[in-house]
Each structure stands twice: as C-alpha cells, then as structure tokens.
C-alpha cells in the first residue's frame, strides 16, 4: 500500500493510504515498496521492511537520498529555492516576524496569537537567569577555547542543574518546561561564554527588551548614551536567527534527532547538535568564509586566483559558503541576506572592502562553468558573515550566532520526533568490506 497525505483542519498533513507501490527486483525476487507523498508532492519509497523481504540494504553515502523520517515542519524545494517554516515563506517570515513568533510557529505548528505570543515570550524571559553556580562553569575554560566549545559543553552541563527534566519519558509538560529553558538559558550562556573569555564582567540579562535585543545587550551592553541596543543591530540579527532557525533534516537537526532518537536528554541532545554544526561545510562555514576573504584580502585581493584554487581538487581548497547539498539553483536565504548586507552596511555606514571581494568572487564564480555544471551557487553563510561582521559579532562567535537562530528548530524536531507515534532509536546499517575472519596468532608468532 502506497501513502498519501490528506490535509488536516489546521493545514497539516497525515498520510493517507493509496494503492501506489514501487517494483523493486533484486536477482529473482521482486518486491513491491510503499510510495508515500508528501504534502508537497514529494514522493518517496518505505524500505523500511526491504531485508525481512529480501535480505539486502540500501546503501547511500551521506544521505543524499535517503529520509530518515517524516516531518511537518519545514518544506524546502532546492531546485526552485523554496523555503518554508510550517507553510510559511521564509521571505515574509524575515520581513515581517519576530523570532519569538517564528521560534513559536517551528515548535507548536501554527503563528501564535497575540496573547500566546506574549505568554510564550514572557516564561522565555522569566527564565534567562543562569542557574546558581553555572557562572563558575565559564572560568574554567581556557582563553583559547573556541566559543562552541563552550556553548556545546554548557548547553550539556545544563543538565546538571535539571535533573528532574532529563529523564527518558518527558511528559508533554516536562517538554515544554525543557524547550522554555533551553530558548531561553542557551543564549544567556552564548552571552556569558563571550565576556568570560574577554575577561569581561557578566551583564544579566533585560527582561523588558527583545529577546534578540536582549541578546545583544547581555554580549555588548549598551553604547554610550543609548538605552536600547541599535534597532538596525536588532533588526539584522532578528532576521539572522529566522533565516537560520530551521532546515530541515540537516547533519545538526540529524544529530539532534540521532541523539534524542536513544532518549538521552534535549540537553544532551541539543549540545550534540551543535558539535555537528561547528564544522566548517554546516554552521563553521561562516566563519570560514570570513577568514578565506580575509586571506584573499591579505594576499593583495586577487580572487581569481583563488577561483582557480578552488576548482582544483589536489588543491584542498574550496569556496567557502559556495554550494548546498540540497539547494542546485539558489539559497533564498542567501538573497535575502545580500540584500540585509547591502541595507545594513549603508544604514550603519560601514565601508567593509570584503564585502566588494565576496560580490567580484560571486559574480566570477557564477560565470564559470565549473560552478555553474556543479550548480554552485552562494549559500547562506557566505553573506552571513559580512552581515554579523558589520553589527559587530567578532568572526569566532559567528558560529554561536547560528546555533542560536537553529534553536528553535532542534527543539522543534527534537518534540516531533518524541511525539510521533511508535519512533524508533536511530540505527543505519552499513556494508562491511573489512577482513572477513581470520584466526588471532599470539604476539610471538607474528612477523
Ligand atoms: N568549492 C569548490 N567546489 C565545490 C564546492 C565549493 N564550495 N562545493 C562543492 N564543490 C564541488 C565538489 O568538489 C564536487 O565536485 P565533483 O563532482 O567534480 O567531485 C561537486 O561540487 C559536488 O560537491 P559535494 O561535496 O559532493 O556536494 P555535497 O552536497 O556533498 O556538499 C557542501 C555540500 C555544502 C558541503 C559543499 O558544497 C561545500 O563543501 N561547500 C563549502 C562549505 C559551505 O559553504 N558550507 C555551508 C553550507 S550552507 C549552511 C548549512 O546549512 O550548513
């Protein structure tokens, strides 16, 4: 039996059966597959009983075509630059929404209204204080720790100081109580792990000020003669997190999954999250970016050089924030943020000399036939980073800055996953082309 969706009151989807099979035949046997559709036509094959039917696996390097589960909450459509949030465009959810309502939307399915908003928002807020003892933890790291290190450890040391809310079987109440904490303490960690490790006092957190506005004020307090955080500064990094708060089935929102998939705790889970997005190809990328157009800079600006680099395997060297697994015509998010770089950079009267590198690097780029075959396009950390340059988030932190917008996301999934019905820990197989068996000789008798 194949599957359909059939969409639901609220707009959501729940599969449908249909009579659509795939024919599968393997030496003499032929298999018929479940074909399910997506709500947006998406159609995928269930192998999900393939070896009791035929023995054999499925193999596919890096998941390229390979669903590991079902999911409502984020669409992306990578040859036409689709994103959506629960339906919503991405285009008008940075425009117009503010993290809170997007955080909200990510995690229950729907826009809040006003009074849900406020009461999402406001157990956020009562919650930003670190708990006691917890300070301690950011003086033990050395200066030299990158500020992912510190998020991920204190996001899992977190745990410590919940230990009624780490249990396996969290109640839809335990649930909600670990996403309010975690909303609200990571970026309190993010803020105190940076003026920790500039030897800085810890400002404590604003409750009457956005939580993105708060954000900034715990990291930078305020500029002299200003009560508020800059609204440009609020604005860009608001539209910062929304683009950046969920992607789908990515390696950190996989992580999340993996992790969480063995009920070990959101903290764990969450912290593991963002060992994964640090690497320079996901959420490391950004800085990546930032210290390449540097390097190009310091090398007398010659970008075509390093064009050149770029499309030579023995080099080693690749355009960093070029490229996207599922994206092959462009990131939407990337376009928006172009746009951002160019508003923000103009309304804050930065002249930032990377940003003309990195636009000369993407129009050379985008006329070669290199990236243009391989369907290279700018992602979404190759402007990010001009962009939280000019706001003034030093390069190391940009990293942090993503894990705080895809937040809400990994909570998102993290909720979903524990919800669906009859989930499963997360357990790929592999084809195994070690030795087959060979008998052990004691030490004296090898060669
Ligand atoms: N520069 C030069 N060549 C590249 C690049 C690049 N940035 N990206 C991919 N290629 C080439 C790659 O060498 C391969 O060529 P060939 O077919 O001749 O072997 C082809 O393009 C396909 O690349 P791939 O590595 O098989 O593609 P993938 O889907 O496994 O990797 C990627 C996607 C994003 C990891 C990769 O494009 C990359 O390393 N980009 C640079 C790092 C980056 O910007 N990462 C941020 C991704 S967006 C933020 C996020 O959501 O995480």
């Not at 789908?248 to 959101?266: D, F, I, K, L, W």
């Not at 994206?327 to 309304?347: E, H, S, T, W």
């Not at 917008?405 to 524990?418: F, K, N, S």
């Amino acid at each position: 039996m194949a599957m359909k969706q059939q969409q639901t009151e609220k707009g959501s989807h729940v599969p449908q059966s249909v009579p659509e099979t795939a024919k599968l035949a393997l030496g003499q046997k032929t298999v018929e597959l479940p074909v399910l559709t997506g709500s947006e036509q998406e159609k995928g094959m269930d192998i999900s009983r393939l070896r009791d039917q035929t023995g054999a696996i499925t193999l596919d390097p890096g998941f390229a075509n390979t669903a590991s589960c079902t999911s409502g909450i984020t669409f992306l459509d990578g040859e036409q630059g689709i994103l959506r949030y629960r339906g919503y465009a991405i285009e008008d959810l940075a425009e117009y929404a503010t993290h809170s309502e997007v955080a909200y939307l990510l995690i229950y399915g729907n826009l809040p209204s006003l009074r849900e908003l406020e009461q999402f928002a406001g157990k956020i807020a009562e919650r930003y204080d670190l708990p006691d003892g917890m300070e301690r933890i950011f003086d033990n790291f050395p200066k030299t720790a990158h500020p992912m290190a510190v998020l991920s450890s204190a996001t899992a040391a977190l745990s410590g100081y919940y230990p009624r809310l780490i249990h396996p079987t969290p109640t839809r109440e335990e649930i909600d109580e670990i996403l309010l904490t975690l909303l609200s303490q990571v970026p309190t960690i993010a803020a105190f792990g940076y003026r920790r490790r500039h030897g800085l006092p810890v400002i404590p957190p604003r409750r009457d000020a956005s939580p993105v506005a708060n954000f900034l004020y715990m990291m930078f307090g305020l500029p002299a003669n200003q009560k508020e955080p800059d609204e440009v500064i609020v604005r860009a990094l608001r539209q910062v997190f929304i683009l950046h708060a969920d992607h789908e089935q990515n390696c950190s929102t996989s992580t999340v999954r993996m992790v969480g998939s063995s009920r070990a705790n959101a903290f764990a889970a969450i912290s593991a999250g963002m060992g994964a997005l640090w690497g320079p190809l996901h959420g490391g990328a950004n800085q990546a970016v930032i210290e390449m157009l540097e390097a190009i800079y310091r090398d007398g600006g010659d970008f075509k050089k390093y064009v050149v680099m770029a499309k030579d395997k023995t080099s080693g060297f690749r355009l960093m924030g070029f490229g996207h697994r599922v994206y092959k015509n462009f990131d939407p998010r990337a376009r928006i943020l172009k746009a951002a770089c160019d508003r923000v950079l103009g309304r804050l009267g930065v002249h930032d000399p990377l940003l003309d590198l990195a636009k000369q690097l993407e129009e050379v780029a985008l006329k070669d036939d290199y990236f243009v075959s391989r369907k290279l396009y700018p992602n979404v950390d190759f402007y990010s980073g001009i962009l939280l340059r000019a706001i003034g988030i030093p390069t190391d932190e940009f990293t942090v800055i993503f894990a705080l917008g895809r937040l809400a996301g990994w909570l998102a999934h993290w909720r979903e996953m524990l919800e669906s019905p009859g989930f499963k820990i997360n357990r790929p197989r592999q084809i195994y082309t070690g030795p087959t068996q060979r008998r052990y000789a004691p030490l004296s008798q090898r060669s």
